[in-house]
């Protein structure tokens, strides 16, 4: 656990000093911050310089729990000794070549991520964005060679409250005004529908659908869980249809529900698996579309790449997450704390929680509005020394390392429980 304590005026308890008279050298790093970036982001008034397992340490010395984990790109926590080892050795040898080459961790990384998916082909790209884009383009290549759609008609279905990135394509078939406006025109050949609504998928799904998009939970959404049995009916919709089903587990893959992917949970096994985050260890950015060679062995030479995508730093890190996972340790650490997370917020509700939803080792709550926005909350966990992330209103975020001890996810609900009262 922390060795300071931290009390609800954002004083320091254990030398006294008040952190707002502390607080100079953070407030000028804002600043200087502020005044030279474009002001896509509102991040909490706080500036981290170090980091170490599921904690924090800002640029006065004050420790946080992270509850947040990089929106699970931050699973195994913060400076894990066997990926830091893992890119320093790398680092030594090579870093990038382009995929104009051949380097000797590429074969591993892509072997490695293809059996842990139980597929046959890995498709490496760097941001999930791009990795989303990349499975829109694989699924309509597919529908036009193989499907036979017609050209230029292949359509793709997609669910409201979706949240699968940032460019243009992808901003253009969400429902999020922040995110959409002002940003057209869009690409067209999306529909949306209700998520979780199977006769609405089903009326959407027409002889030029070439695949189905979702988020087996929605996480940007605030941990939004589809009703039971709704992924398994997704996919024999899909099968029957000749259609795709794409998964994008970016924020819910590799370990953070309590199992590899959040669609094991209802032993489904979609076309195309959309990874990303948690791949790169939070070390470097990766992202990958993982499927099989009936679908994924559509593209040719010079029909889709990147130059950093498949990296040597990228593929020694990948390999060693993916080794990781493979034992799953990290996924039973997940369901095991999942269970103590549910059970805690379980008896917040009534006492300024109003509902929630959680899955492994993850977590949307919904605040009583009547206690403030979740940015409210959010500023009040951090001068508790706990930083967490709101999304849409009064519902917060929580997503620790899978590395959290049993302690410290403790003490870090005790503090949101504290912020309720």
Known sequence: MADRTFTPDGTDGTDGTDAGATGALTAAEVERAEARTAHNYHPLPVVLDRGEGAWLTDVEGRRYLDMLAGYSALNFGHSHPRLVAAAHAQLDRLTLTSRAFVHDRFADFCAGLADLCGKDLVLPMNTGAEAVETAIKVARRWGYDVKG??????????????????????????????????????????????YGDLAALEAAVTPTTVAVLLEPIQGEGGVIIPPAGYLRAVRELCTRANVLMVADEIQSGLGRTGRTFACDHEDVVPDLYVLGKALGGGIVPVSAVVGDRAVLGVLQPGQHGSTFGGNPLACAVGTEVVAMLTGGEHQARARELGVVLADRLGAMVGHGVVGFRSRGLWAGVDIDPALGTGRDLCERLMARGVLAKDTHGSTIRLAPPLVVSDDDLGWGLDQLEACLR
Do not use: K
Request: charged letters at 15%.
């Open 149 to 194: 759609v017609p050209a230029d008609e292949a359509r793709i279905v997609v669910m409201a409250g979706n949240f699968h990135g940032r460019t243009t394509t992808i901003v253009g078939f969400s429902d999020d005004p922040d995110a959409r406006g002002g940003f057209g025109p869009f690409t067209p050949g999306f529909t949306m529908v209700p």
